[in-house]
């Protein structure tokens, strides 16, 4: 079964069944956040970007401009209940009561007060919105001159601040863009929660920079659900790169005290020395149904180590009064992360060592369960092909971790982590009762699918779980709800191999619109990388020979691969580029 709307987190917060759905996933007191009434009243106030300055909020019609305005009114006015946002962008240093251009400037939640993105602007009901074509951006970029991490100097330290919020909070169909800590000793320049608790659904982190915790740091209680982490870091120009310490956690950074509860989110891209997508520090987070792939750890100029390019959980010695880290992963894919110096003093590239994904230093503790990593189905086993298409990457002369491709971690028709789950398992050990595995997938499609091809090897009574965050669908690989080999005969889907697999489920590392089974150059224009395999070795060198002597001069077949200077023809320059590769 597929939704509507295609992210499960829209249909876990807008649906009928939020409620009970919530209770079982992050506790009974959670209902509080569906109630129709409670401490906050039901009045609604709206703000959209384009609107005249001068309005009340009352109404679309009259809508604040800045989002500050309606916050202003949101803490004083204990009526109001909900904002709601329409698309645009949304600096934190505009608004009656702020002043412009400064850096400490940030977007407070309220207790009790719920806030949704997503809006064209005309909407009369929530269920109206789409935060995926309708783009809400809370942004630090106060200049409006970023280009990635570039020009960010200006930027807000922290873009959200939810360390007043409670558990009644909510910031839904949101981006969370360019917060920078620096230079200040800080961290979360995306979301900052010195304690509290509040709920993140549907929201985006990106382009955030910290010392610490690059999108995000907690001390509180804080709950994604739908959420994405991406192009997301520490600092470059500091080091230390210990938890604790400056240049951890590129994506998230759960601190003493953290409480922190991820369904259905995906870290990807995010980078740092230690930990590049999540670090838990003498906190406790739980991971279910999520995605962490193609993240990456590295030194910088002022640290020698860095490791646990994906996750890193950490506790203190209780003799001191350390508190214990605790990170349990449920129903999750870990892999494909990069440590580039595999805590070596610059030591090779690593990603099929474990604790490259995932690293549990002393005093700390980690419970995974039917969970993916690094293409293993479990801790012990040998790498298997699970996937559709693995994250590639290769090292550029910079030693910055280059992806040619995220890859498409949805589950081929062979993999072995099909039908291999446990029905049984408890999404969230630290709460009383059993928390059940949600019944949608990361994409929103239905858990315990049985698989008629497949010989059940989990635990419970058919049909079982995937492992993993995906569940496969039988005889639809691209999830279109049309089978395969009805797309094929149709001609609506390419099948350029004739391995009766639609093109769209194939690998394409170069993105190119050619499967790699049929590209010639699969890693890309001078990439040198004829196979994709992010090696350049004695088969590139083959394949470059009759480009460089033979008739083809770079038009194609393959040869596209060899032409670095871009001038249509493989001589002895583009030699030297190739023999230059890493």
Not at 20 to 36: D, H, K, R, S
Not at 170 to 180: C, K, P, Q, S, T
């Amino acid at each position: 079964m597929r939704l509507d709307k295609h992210a499960f987190g829209w249909w876990f917060l807008n649906s009928r069944w939020a409620c009970v759905i919530l209770a079982v996933v992050l506790g009974v007191a959670a209902l509080t956040l569906c109630a129709n009434e409670g401490p906050r009243g039901s009045v609604v106030l709206y703000v959209d970007d384009n609107a005249s300055l001068g309005g009340d909020g009352s109404s679309w019609a009259t809508a604040y401009a800045h989002l500050q305005d309606a916050l202003s009114e949101a803490n004083s006015n204990g009526a109001v209940g909900e904002i709601w946002v329409a698309e645009g962008t949304y600096l934190p240093d505009l608004g009656s009561a702020q002043i412009p251009c400064d850096r400490s400037e940030t977007f407070r939640l309220i207790p009790g007060v719920r806030m949704y993105g997503g809006f064209v602007g005309d909407e009369s009901i929530l269920d109206e919105r789409n935060f995926q074509t309708h783009s809400t951006v809370l942004s630090g970029d106060l200049n409006g001159d970023d280009n990635g991490f570039a020009n960010n100097t200006e930027n807000s330290v922290h873009v959200v601040d939810s360390s007043d919020a409670n558990s009644q909070s909510l910031l839904d169909g949101f981006v969370i863009r360019g917060g920078n800590t620096f230079p200040m000793s800080t961290g979360g320049a995306g979301l900052y929660a010195e304690g509290g608790a509040a709920v993140f659904a549907n929201c985006s982190f990106e382009w955030n920079s910290a010392i610490i915790g690059g999108a995000a740091y907690s001390m509180g209680n804080t709950k994604f659900v739908g959420c994405r982490f991406r192009w997301n870091r520490t600092h470059p120009s500091l080091g230390g790169g210990r938890p604790g310490n400056q240049g951890t956690g590129g994506g998230f950074y759960c601190g003493a005290g953290c409480d922190a509860v991820f369904i259905n989110c995906e870290f990807q891209r995010n980078a740092a020395n230690w930990a590049g997508a999540l670090c838990v520090a003498q906190g406790k987070t739980k991971l279910t149904n999520c995605t962490v792939s193609g993240n990456w750890s590295g030194p910088t100029p002022s640290s020698f180590w860095s490791g646990a390019a994906g996750l890193y959980v950490v506790g203190g010695p209780p003799e001191v009064g350390g508190v214990d880290g605790v990170l349990h992963i449920e129903n999750s894919i870990i892999g494909s992360n990069w440590d580039v110096s595999d805590d070596d003093f610059g030591g090779d590239v690593v990603v099929g060592d474990l604790d490259a994904q995932l690293l549990v230093g002393s005093y700390a503790q980690s419970i995974v369960t039917n969970t993916i990593i690094d293409e293993r189905p479990t801790v012990n086993a040998a790498p298997l092909p699970l996937f559709v298409e693995t994250p590639h990457a290769r090292i550029a002369p910079s030693g910055e971790v280059v992806f040619a491709a995220l890859g498409d971690l949805r589950l081929r028709s062979s993999s072995p982590a099909i039908d291999a789950g446990n029905n049984a398992a408890d999404t969230n050990i630290t709460t009383n009762g059993t928390q059940a595995i949600p019944s949608m997938d990361i994409n929103g499609y239905a858990r315990f699918v049985d698989d008629p091809d497949t010989i059940d090897t989990g635990v419970g009574t058919p049909p079982i779980v995937d492992l993993g965050p995906h569940e496969y669908q039988p005889g639809d690989c691209n999830y279109n709800g049309m089978l395969d080999s009805d797309e094929i005969a149709a001609g609506t889907s390419l099948d350029c191999n004739d391995n009766f697999v639609p093109d769209d489920c194939e690998p394409d590392i170069d993105d190119d619109g050619i499967v790699d089974d049929c590209d010639p150059c699969a890693g890309g224009p001078a990439s040198g990388d004829v196979d994709a395999n992010g090696v350049i070795d004695l088969n590139d060198y083959i394949s470059m020979v009759p480009c460089l002597t033979g008739p083809f001069g770079g038009a194609g077949n393959g040869c596209e691969c060899f032409d670095f200077d871009n001038d249509g023809d493989i001589d002895l320059q583009d030699f030297a580029s190739f023999t230059l590769l890493p």
